[in-house]
C-alpha cells in the first residue's frame, strides 16, 4: 500500500461549473475524512466516513458539496456550481479506528483553483 | 470548546541549531491525543510525533520532541539540529476522545525558514 492517493493533484475550473475529486485511503483503514485548506490557514474538518456511512457533516459543507463512500473504499467530493471561495486544498486523509497514535493519514491533497 | 493556539510568527532559525514551536490547546476532556504535522510547499501532511495526555514522559522521534506541559496546556515542538529541508509549515493538532465522533482539529500553523 503506497499511502493516501488523491486525484487530480490540481484543478483548474471556471465559476459555475462542477468539479468532483477522487480519495484511495490506505485499505486497512476504514475511516476516511476530507479537510480543506486555505492560504495561511490549517485544515479544517469538511466530513468523515466510517466505512460507507457518512457520519458528520461539518457546517462549512453547503448543501453544494456532496461526498459520498460507495463501498466503504474510495471516495469522491463533489462541488456543485463552483464559488471562487471554494478556491482551496482538499485533503484526504485516512485512519484506523480507533485511530491511536499514528494518527491520520493524508494524502497530497487537490488544489483547486477557481476562475 | 476544544482549541488550538499557534502565535508565532514567521519562524527562522540557524541551520544546525534548534528551535521551538509553540502551541496551546483549550480543552475540559481529560483523554486527548496532542499531534504535530509538517507540510512542505507540496502540499502533503507529513506526521511527525505523538503525545497522548496520559503519558508521563515528554515523546521524542528522531530531531523531534515534544516539550508536554499539562498544568499550562501546551505542547510545543522542539526541532534539534535544524536542517535546511526543516523548512515548511508546522500544525499543532489535537484528536478528542471523547466520543465517537473524534477528530483532528488544527491549528493555524507557523512557517518555518532554516537559514544555511
Known amino acids: 500500500d503506497t499511502g493516501v492517493s488523491q486525484d487530480p493533484r490540481h484543478k483548474i475550473t471556471k465559476r459555475g461549473q462542477n468539479v468532483t475529486f477522487r480519495c484511495d485511503p490506505i485499505?486497512?483503514?476504514?475511516?476516511l475524512y476530507w479537510y480543506r485548506q486555505t492560504l495561511g490557514q490549517g485544515p479544517e474538518f469538511l466530513t468523515y466516513?466510517?466505512?460507507?456511512?457518512?457520519?458528520?457533516k461539518s457546517r462549512l459543507l453547503s448543501d453544494r458539496f456532496s461526498a459520498e463512500r460507495p463501498k466503504g473504499s474510495f471516495s469522491t467530493l463533489e462541488i456543485q456550481r463552483t464559488e471562487q471561495g471554494d478556491s482551496a486544498m482538499y485533503l484526504c486523509?485516512?485512519?484506523?479506528?480507533?485511530?491511536?497514535?499514528?494518527?491520520?493519514?493524508f494524502g497530497s491533497g487537490t488544489r483547486l483553483t477557481v476562475v | 470548546a476544544q482549541k488550538i493556539t499557534q502565535t508565532q510568527p514567521g519562524m527562522f532559525v540557524q541551520e544546525k541549531e534548534a528551535v521551538t514551536l509553540d502551541c496551546t490547546y483549550d480543552?475540559?476532556?481529560?483523554?486527548?491525543?496532542l499531534f504535530w504535522y509538517k507540510q512542505p510547499s507540496s502540499g502533503e501532511m507529513i506526521f511527525l510525533i505523538y503525545?497522548?495526555?496520559?503519558?508521563?514522559q515528554n515523546a521524542t522521534e528522531g530531531r523531534y520532541s515534544l516539550n508536554f506541559q499539562k498544568a499550562r496546556k501546551s505542547a510545543n515542538l522542539v526541532i534539534s539540529a535544524s536542517q535546511l529541508g526543516d523548512s515548511a509549515m508546522y500544525f499543532c493538532?489535537?484528536?478528542?476522545?471523547?466520543?465517537?465522533?473524534?477528530?483532528?482539529?488544527f491549528g493555524k500553523g507557523i512557517t518555518l525558514s532554516v537559514r544555511p
Open positions: 486523509a485516512s485512519s484506523s479506528t480507533p485511530a491511536a497514535d499514528e494518527g491520520y493519514t
Open positions: 503525545q497522548g495526555s496520559y503519558d508521563q
Open positions: 466516513f466510517q466505512n460507507e456511512a457518512q457520519l458528520e
Open positions: 485499505s486497512e483503514h476504514n475511516r
Open positions: 493538532a489535537m484528536l478528542f476522545r471523547a466520543g465517537a465522533n473524534s477528530k483532528l482539529t
Open positions: 480543552t475540559s476532556d481529560p483523554s486527548y491525543g
